[in-house]
């Protein structure tokens, strides 16, 4: 993605067309093209474009989606004020540590986020958001009206932020320790924690209809989410991990019932048992499927009527 960003970032900064921008560099045309298609890209390759395109160390696909390097800057800013009210305003007893971006990656996976979900972002960064929210001059009634209320883009980011919170509390109050088992490590558990921000952008409500492609995005990620999680099930399972809650909540409970039972966990009000009613109720859930499922196969086979069962054959011997 960055070499394919970097580039797109050097065609529309030189207005130039792939040709004129391989001569630039001394690469061929073929090289642009696959460049632009993902293909890895050499470090001296990389800084060499980012001095064309002035965009220092920042990501060149946030910057990309942002319009420029000045409206990346702005849009940094604001996400990285609206993660600290979230982490401030917490309450799972529990660190959001995406939030805290120690890595760099918030701003690039927060607008990867508002893509998938079919947001539109503004061209240019909105006037009404280019506060400085530091500043003692400011009021800060005034400017959280203005980013939670006023403004769908900042309202709908923190909302998401604020889902976080909550999705990542119940992920490290139950799935953090146990995913770090052999038996996990290296398998399709590692997509669990990397797309939370995904997980928890799927609880939220976009009142503003900013989402187009919300429907589409909510059902590929929890669909992937109960493929994920269910794998986990399965391997603790067989090799005796003890699980302390049912897992699948944190695909189908809201991010309000993860927030509470992340919090209950974290004061130690929870039990720290393995409760079989979860594994009992897995299994009625499955007979009851069942029994409506196998007369629907057996009318479209045409056996029902002949059918007779033969309850010998389903004892023990």
Not at 119 to 126: A, D, I, M, S, Y
């Amino acid at each position: 993605m960055d070499s394919e960003a970097l580039v797109q970032l050097a065609l529309e900064n030189l207005s130039c067309s792939q040709k004129e921008l391989a001569l630039r560099l001394g690469v061929s045309p073929t090289q642009i093209s696959k460049w632009k298609k993902g293909e890895h890209m050499s470090a001296e390759m990389e800084e060499k474009i980012r001095k064309i395109v002035k965009i220092g160390d920042r990501n060149p696909g946030f910057v990309l989606w942002a319009g420029s390097v000045q409206d990346a800057d702005k849009w940094e800013k604001l996400i990285h004020f609206l993660a600290e009210v979230a982490i401030d305003n917490a309450e799972t007893g529990y660190d959001t540590y995406p939030l805290h971006d120690e890595v760099g990656l918030l701003c690039r996976e927060t607008f990867s986020v508002l893509r998938e979900m079919g947001v539109e972002l503004p061209k240019k960064f909105p006037k009404q958001l280019n506060i400085d929210y530091e500043s003692d001059e400011v009021d800060h009634e005034d400017v959280m009206t203005v980013l939670l209320e006023e403004n769908p883009y900042s309202s709908l980011i923190y909302s998401i932020y604020k889902s976080l919170n909550d999705t990542y509390g119940f992920y490290a109050a139950y799935l953090s320790d146990m995913l770090s088992d052999d038996e996990l490590v290296g398998t399709a558990a590692d997509n669990i924690e990397p797309c939370l921000m995904q997980l928890a952008a799927c609880k939220i409500e976009d009142d503003k209809g900013l989402a187009s492609k919300f429907r589409e995005f909510k059902h590929h990620i929890m669909k992937d989410y109960e493929e994920w999680i269910n794998f986990v099930k399965e391997t603790a399972f067989r090799v005796g991990i003890p699980l302390r809650a049912e897992l699948l909540e944190l695909v189908y409970k809201s991010h309000d019932e993860l927030g509470h039972e992340a919090e209950a966990e974290s004061f130690g009000f929870n039990s720290s048992r393995v409760h079989p009613d979860i594994y009992m109720n897995e299994l009625l859930c499955g007979m009851r499927v069942i029994h409506q499922v196998l007369p629907v196969i057996m009318k479209k086979l045409g056996i029902y009527d002949e059918f007779v069962l033969d309850e010998s054959e389903l004892r023990i011997r």
